[in-house]
């Protein structure tokens, strides 16, 4: 027999016996604890399915105008040390970026080719390492910055969502000290139940091999739980709307 | 409580009659049976367990001056018995259990005793209370009422003291660390008196405090709500 | 006494007389739960979440057959090759002849509990293969000799001083002691090895039944590049963590940051599907993942604690323990330390030789109010004591109760009893701490209260 038939021949024998429902133990307040008397015992199928839609309504709020949920993204964005910024117009992102470029003097960056890091590269004026038909990873690793497109921004949470196929791959996103995100308003939703549905219906069934919460720049506190950016990851995260 | 503690069962009982309650005691030795069920040995458990329940299965209410004992009879008492021909008693007196310091608030709707104590005090919630039973607000709404008395909460009011039962002769070193710590924040408050609704919890931060020389006192919240 | 409980005593005796390493721990973890708090409080409702993951979870397990069935049709029809291993023995060659098949050199690590339960990376070095772990705390433990002091924070034992120290005598470094240029020392070393690694190794935190994707949390997008750059893949997850739907991580994911670490998110929250995939620009080209059951199928046949098995080693429970917090993540010697490490190790490494961590408990119930999936954690450490004590009970330790039995059980012996007790009170006191002193594991740090003459039953009869 195989490992695998060993394996969920075991479960199965074990799952002969019920398992009392969650949260039936050990309530405050005084509840009897009965353990497994057959009272507290839950047919295996049986009961109420939390929907995950659920979880909307524990998770932290989220208003429900653009006006409430891009100043949500824009608090989160700051309280995570990502630089975000809502621009009026095409014109006033590529000055902005100029201006990101010479601050911080970049020579060289990395991208992928899609509508907006494309116009972005072109906006940037700089030797580009383009990801899409195979790149040198020495190369992209020399580079400044990496500049992508997204699928989606969270309000709830400030994180970009990114996958191998709106992102220029895998190493984009994490490789370069800065990452750069080129979003549109209207890419902008609620929270991440929202988040998984557009997943969902954008990709479903056939799933980019990486999808990708971002929440701010890479970062890590393990050295006496002091928080340090840019731990393996970027440094920097810009996220640049439109 | 009965050898170590007796003024504070002694509190408990002039409060409940001065309520206009006719308070019964069980005999002499009676235990909950904690001690050995808490190390695993329900079986020994069992037969001191069982002849308390007999003893209480006529009261109207069953009050009990301890957290832990309290979260014995009331919580744990139907799983020690689960399946057992014990296990209906055992649910009917868990239902008519009550901590000493909820007895008062919650099913008598009395806070203040006509207690005074003109003193800083900081308040240690025991854990089995705290956890097994959800006790927060009724020692705290009792102190409150009390005349002079000015309550402290200390840092990490929630954190355990490290008694435990067995576990503070089994692991004294782990145990007594516990309680350096929980005195620790007791000291801070600056308060002459921690109170506790367990004596068990008291009996440990006492040693400790006594034998660090320190002056802070421990007093049973029944002792507290008593002194008139 | 065993070897295990002795060492236990012996090495939490260290670690309690050592007031500042005490401190240290404590004000670190101080830290953690006013961040938790804040993110708590942001919720609509953390008990209610708590409820639906812990339901969530526990219908994840009930059905943990079909799961794994249809994660594993789904990975595959993705191109992802499946294992199967039911101990660490099979885990280790599965992943030591993947290795070996691709005439790897170097193998980058992301952070894998279920590699230390397993001890890959001492078979991977004995077998001549360079290991080395990409997470900053375990590249630091790694490099000191040690295991992960802590399931999230491998390293919160160490102070910024020792860490310099480490990197100078290993890296040859001559940082200073911030943490930042410290990190940085870290991130030119660890650089370098991504681009030249042939194997990408990877824990899992959750995978999913209805898409087929395991999903990898993180901060420091360690994980990202491992999964990124290296030309194979390897991930090893144990068979608990599935959740039946995607969406389901909508939930888990804030949920595992907040009471993890006290974020709101965790910086990388990465779901893989697959290897790369046609037109995609980069990731391996293999993909590996290994089940791993090594006795998870054992606490699954006890359904009293089967809901362990809903672990998302969050590290909460670790972190509100105060006994964890006065004997740090060493002294249990186990995989999984803290109350989860308590209750599991028995099922996972026997419960003769492991039943002292459940006895070395105030059962406090801290762990159990921390938990986001609400496993009954402090209970299942009574229950395994009863387990133990039933199975082969202390002789003496049973003697005693039966005499404590008979003597509460009978007034006349009980009266008795209390009269000695107050007559020996003077003697007592004379060898009071001392190794004479019947009372000593007591009174060896703290004093007995004083007995009054009149006991509460003295005065009951009196006033009658």
Known sequence: MSERKKILARIREALQTAAPRPGSHAEPGGKPHTGLTPGGIAARSAGHDPAASEARRWLPKVGGSFEEQLALFAQNAADLKANFQLFASWQDLSTALGQLRDAENWQRVASHQAELSSQACAALDRPVCWTDRGYDVLAMEQCDAGVTECDALIAQTGSVLVTSRSAGGRALSVLPPHHVVIARRSQLVADLPAAFALLQAKYAPEFPSMMSFITGPSRTGDIERILVLGAHGPKKLTIFCV | ?228 | MSTNVAQFKAAAGRVTADTRQRQFIRTALGNYEIARDRRKAAFQSWESARQTAATTKWRAINHLDTHLEQLVAKLEARGTKVHWASNGVQAREIILGIVAAKQARSIIKSKAMTSEEIHLNDALEKAGFEVVESDLGEFIVQLRGEAPYHIVFPSMHLTRGQIRELFAKELGSTSTDSPEELTMVARRVMRHKYITADIGFTGGNFAIAETGMISITENEGNARLTAALPKTMVTLIGIEKVLPKLEDLALFLPMLATAGAGQPLTCYNTMYAGPRQPGEADGPEEWHVVLLDNLRTELLADPEQRDALHCIRCGACLNVCPIFRNVGGHTYGTTYSGPVGSVITPHLRGLQDWKHLSGASSLCGACTEACPVKIDLHHHLLHNRRNAAKEKPDFLERLGYQIFGIIAGDPVLWSLAKKVGWLTQPLQRLVKGSALDPAQAWTKTRDLPAQPLESFQDWWRNRA
């Open chain 2, 1 to 228: 409580m009965d050898a170590l503690f007796p003024r504070a069962a002694i509190s408990m009982v002039q409060i409940l009659e001065r309520l206009g309650h006719r308070v019964v005691c069980p005999r002499e030795g009676a235990c909950c049976g904690q001690p050995p069920f808490n190390s695993g040995y329900w079986a020994e458990a069992r037969p001191m367990a069982r002849q308390l329940l007999v003893q209480l299965q006529e009261a109207e209410a069953v009050v009990i001056g301890s957290g832990s004992c309290g979260a014995m009879v009331k919580k744990f008492y139907p799983e020690l018995f689960a399946g057992l021909p014990e296990a209906a008693l055992a649910q009917s007196v868990a239902e008519r259990t009550w901590e000493f310091s909820e007895f008062l608030v919650r099913k008598l709707g009395v806070t203040d005793l006509g207690a005074q104590l003109p003193a800083k005090v900081t308040f240690h919630d025991g854990c089995h209370g705290l956890r097994e039973l959800g006790i927060k607000h009724s020692p705290r709404a009792l102190l409150a009422k009390v005349r002079g008395l000015e309550l402290i909460e200390m840092k990490d009011a929630e954190t355990c003291c490290g008694f435990g039962g067995t576990f503070s002769a089994k692991f004294p070193a782990i145990s007594t660390a516990m309680g350096d710590v929980k005195c620790g924040s007791a000291l801070e408050t600056g308060a002459e008196y921690i109170v506790s609704n367990d004596s068990s919890c008291l009996m440990h931060i006492q040693g400790l405090l006594s034998r660090a020389g320190k002056p802070l006192k421990t007093l049973h919240l029944a002792e507290v709500l008593n002194h008139l």
